[in-house]
């Protein structure tokens, strides 16, 4: 029988890239408060951590607490490497209990939370906004969607048509959004031949949130030349993908501060497993 998980002091540690709480000790799982997961730490004969494990019974080097669930694969156990992260102990975080833990992996799921939300690209009109209760999330997307504007107006400035300025904004603010924006100024002037065709028919095909807060204000000629670089950009990477829903997006933030599944399981050590 193992020590209660909630009078333990612990050392923060990081396995496989991810915080966690380390102790020496065998924790009783059933003292483990629920969303949160153990593992145990088998000893090789080098005396370093070797292996992450469902329980172990000997060569017990101590337990790991864990946000989230671990797969050990069908040989029963992860090896601790330098590639997959294995086990680390100068953590990021300075948690030493099970409380302080809990409410750190909250914080981190919320600011994850947080940045998608920032990155999203909202689609929808501001009747639907109010209807949903969505209203935060229209606004700040419109005012990204001006911001970018601005950038990309910026980078347009004089004669310099360097591909550079088109990936310095696509980085910051993201290949979805700088399409909304050019598309949507060039649905706005459609009548303007120094668009080309081809991009004139491709701002159609694009999603439309309009709005003339973010109307682009540089010569048409560059930014026809500047939606050739984002146009080309994307061919180039092979975007053309279903763009993820919201919900899908909060659900992968979510997941970069899971600790990751076993993945393909090391070679067998020649040990006897308790």
Known sequence: ?????????YEPVELFGKPALFTNARIDRDTIPPGLFACDIREGDDGRAATAEANVKVDHMGTVILAEPLDFGDNGYIDLT???????FSAAHNCDSISAFKAHICELREQAAAEVVRDTVYLHPARHAREN??????????????????AID?????????????????????????????AN????????????RVNRDWAKSQPQVYGDGFILKSHPVKLDCFIDQVRGAALERGVGQRTPTL???L??????????SAGAPGKKRDMDRG
């Open 251 to 260: 659900a992968d933030a979510k997941k970069q501060v899971q600790p990751p």
């Open 1 to 9: 029988m193992g020590v209660n998980a909630m009078e333990e002091t």
């Open 185 to 196: 100024t060039v649905c706005k002037m459609d009548y303007d031949t120094r668009f080309s």
């Open 154 to 182: 910026e980078a347009r400035r004089g004669s310099s048509l360097n591909p550079e300025g088109m990936r310095a904004v696509t980085e910051q603010y993201g290949e979805q959004r700088v399409r909304l924006v050019l």
């Open 82 to 88: 330098d590639e997959n992260g294995g086990l680390i």
């Open 133 to 150: 209760d969505e209203l935060p999330l229209y606004r700040q997307s419109n005012r990204h969607n001006r911001e970018c504007a601005r």
């Open 247 to 249: 919900a899908e997006q």
